[in-house]
């Protein structure tokens, strides 16, 4: 494995079942580190880089291909293994905050909870794909398998938001699994509250976190 070192930063990932709204809680704390004058970049997996977002379709897309477990979870890794080298570990290393969609614990969750992969075997194929790069913090954004999909419109539903209630729980016990694990790294937050409300909880254990790593705000040149 390549045992490239922590490149500075601070790597921040949103995790958790289906409408929990995260991409929404990433722009909004996005925008709020930036008026708090950080240097923030936000992400999203599958996606963020060309190879990416040409994966992405395959993966979410309309079209009902059957797909193996190990092909889903090969194609997801694959994303994620461009993402790495092309995006999140450039921008680590230029000192920024990165806020990502959806990370390795994605994969974990859905295709090792949910599809039922080895999970040690995923494991060891997220750490060679990404060079063992981990985040500093995940946001656990949880809620209730039933209040999540029913914030999802039917008809934008895609492959995975389609699989069964069971599929879903699984991915969300897997999600608690892991934060209780590994409690140094996750945070919990109830996604299920007003969205101003999740949002103020998010900032606040962002805050903490950059504190604790003493992350700085990019400092005014002066005149
Ligand atoms: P996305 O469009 O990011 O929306 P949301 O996260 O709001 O649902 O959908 C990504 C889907 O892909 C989601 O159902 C979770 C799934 N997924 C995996 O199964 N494995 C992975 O490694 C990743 C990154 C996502």
Redesign the pocket.
């Known amino acids: 494995m390549q045992t490239a070192g922590k490149p500075g930063g601070f790597f921040i990932t949103f995790e958790g079942p ?1 409408g929990g709204g ?2 929404t809680q990433v722009h909004r704390l996005a925008a709020a580190l930036a008026d708090q004058r950080y240097s923030v970049w936000t992400t ?3 996606g963020g880089t060309r190879v990416g977002e040409m994966i992405r379709p395959i ?2 897309g309309r079209g009902q291909a059957p797909m193996t477990p190990w092909s889903e979870a090969l194609l ?1 890794t694959a994303a994620r293994a461009q993402h790495v080298v092309e995006v999140i570990r450039p921008r680590l290393e230029r000192g920024e905050i990165v806020l990502c ?2 990370y390795t614990d ?2 974990m969750a ?2 090792g909870y949910g599809r039922g992969l080895d999970l040690e075997t995923l494991r060891r194929l997220q750490s060679e794909a990404t060079g063992g790069l981990q985040p500093d913090l995940t946001l656990l954004l949880n809620l209730p398998v039933e209040t999540g999909l029913s914030r999802i419109p039917r008809l934008a539903r ?1 492959r ?2 389609r699989e069964t209630a069971a599929f879903h729980q699984r991915v969300r016990a897997g999600y608690q699994e892991m934060a209780a694990a590994d409690p140094r790294r996750w945070r919990e937050v109830d996604a299920a509250a007003a969205e101003d409300q999740v949002a103020k909880d998010i900032f606040r254990l962002v805050s903490e976190g950059l504190q604790q790593a003493g992350v700085r705000p990019v400092q005014r040149r002066s005149a």
Do not use: M
Request: glycine share 0%; charged share 45%.
């Open positions: 289906e995260k991409s999203r997996e599958p993966l979410l997801f969609d959806r994605s994969t859905y295709q895609d995975l938001d």
